[in-house]
């Protein structure tokens, strides 16, 4: 595994303490979001035209995003560090393969997806170890693939840690995580920011939409 494994660890044990509790909240979160399913259609589609491999969702948690995934057409799976949370996933989409590991350190030949969706996965990674995130996305997706980001917005100020419910988040500025996935190797495609809907964390929404180049 490259990079510090401590947050991994605190990061992994915060998740299994609220995986039950996590699970019920977000079960149906899509249901309110049009536009987040518009991105996730739009990402299916790019997904499936380029037909580059299957599709991982990681840091899947209880494997909601990744059933949606499945119910769009793609042939994915989920990857997550809390072993709880696959556990959930498991029981919960029977039909899935859900695979407990590290984003940074994937057990996945070079180049064997089509696509990898990090959906407020890397929120967590201190500034300095998202490269590494963004460099092994890049050795798994094969060229053509596609990747999708959500993660929450910082406007105009830093990068910006703040006290996620669960443990320890950062907000990132739309244009250096852009930049940081383009160093990767990673062609922006489109990008999306939203406000928060009522009874959320007063925090804007960023979503990027990347291709993987040759």
Known sequence: MTGSSSYLDVTA????????????????????????????AAFAEFARTADAGPVA???????????????????????????????????????LRFEVGSMDALDLPDGTLGGVVS???????????VPAYFAEFRRVVAP????????FEAGDAPVTA?????????????????????????REIGRMLREPLEGERPLRHGRLLMRRGE
């Open 162 to 186: 703040f006290d996620h419910k669960v443990t320890t988040a950062y907000c990132w500025p739309i244009d250096d995580l852009a930049k940081l996935a383009g160093e990767a190797g990673f």
């Open 144 to 151: 053509g693939g596609h990747l999708l980001l959500g993660f």
């Open 57 to 95: 969702e990681l840091g899947c948690g209880p494997g909601r995003i990744t059933a949606h995934l499945r119910d769009l057409g793609l042939e994915v799976f989920g990857v997550d560090l809390s072993p709880v949370m696959i556990d959930l996933a498991r029981r919960a989409y029977p039909d």
């Open 13 to 40: 044990d915060a998740y299994d303490a609220v995986a039950v509790l996590y699970a019920e909240l977000f079960r149906d979160e899509l249901d309110a979001v049009p536009l987040d399913r518009a991105l996730f």
């Open 119 to 129: 959906w407020y996965s890397i929120i967590h990674a201190p500034p300095q170890e």
